[in-house]
Every structure is written in structure tokens, then in C-alpha cells.
């Protein structure tokens, strides 16, 4: 499945952002999904997963209460809306997608290119 994230750009603290992941199959429903981010000089971190309906999800503490995961099956379509964005928040974010049968899952098997996220004090 190749996926494909957009929605990043600059924003100041305080603000909002929605990413939005658009997958290429109609199977999107069978993949769990992920949302991933690198900041500059530092290595790549969790940032959310949802399952296979939407019914759970997970948060790295960093994100807990300010950002929320989602997903809209009908249009093969992944969401991290981000809200209360703090200059830490500044990274490139990743989508990705993991083919597993299990939750958690423990590794993702698709990753899409990232989109740059900038938030300013």
C-alpha cells in the first residue's frame, strides 16, 4: 500500500493542524495506522496508532490530550489532528501502515513520506 501524508506547514504555539494520510488500496481497512515524527537531529519517535475500525487507539505521553488519531475507511483516509502545538512539536511526520493481525502491532510494514510541521513561539 503506498501512502502519501500532507497537511504539515508553519504554525504558532498554541495553534492547530489536521494531517491527513491518504492510502492507495481499498483494503485500507485491513492496516492499522500509524503516525510517526523525526525532529532535526534527533531520532524517529511514536507519536499514535489506531486499529483496523477506529474503536482503539494509543498516544506517546508527549501528545496525550492534545492530539487525536481517526480514520475514515470509506475514503481510505487517516487523520492526526493536532491542537495546543508547542515549538517541541516541530517535526517531520510520518504516516505508515502496518499489515498485522495483533494489538498493538510491533512493526509497520508501509511508510509514507513525511510532512514538515513548524510551529513557531
Known amino acids: 500500500v503506498q501512502l502519501q501524508a500532507s497537511g504539515g506547514g508553519l504554525v504558532q504555539a498554541g495553534g492547530s493542524l489536521r494531517l491527513s494520510c491518504a492510502a492507495s488500496?481499498?483494503?485500507?481497512?485491513?492496516?492499522?495506522m500509524a503516525w510517526f515524527r523525526q525532529a532535526p537531529g534527533k531520532e524517529r519517535e511514536f507519536v499514535a496508532v489506531?486499529?483496523?475500525?477506529?474503536?482503539?487507539?494509543k498516544y506517546a505521553d508527549s501528545v496525550k490530550g492534545r492530539f487525536t488519531i481517526s480514520r475514515d475507511n470509506a475514503k481510505n483516509t487517516g487523520y492526526l489532528q493536532m491542537n495546543s502545538l508547542k515549538p517541541e512539536d516541530t517535526a517531520l511526520y510520518y504516516c505508515?501502515?502496518?499489515?498485522?493481525?495483533?494489538?498493538?502491532?510491533?512493526?509497520?510494514?508501509?511508510w509514507g513520506r513525511g510532512t514538515l510541521v513548524t510551529v513557531s513561539s
Open positions: 488500496e481499498r483494503t485500507f481497512s485491513s492496516y492499522l
Open positions: 505508515a501502515a502496518a499489515a498485522a493481525s495483533y494489538w498493538p502491532p510491533k512493526k509497520y510494514d508501509y
Open positions: 489506531i486499529s483496523w475500525r477506529g474503536r482503539s487507539t
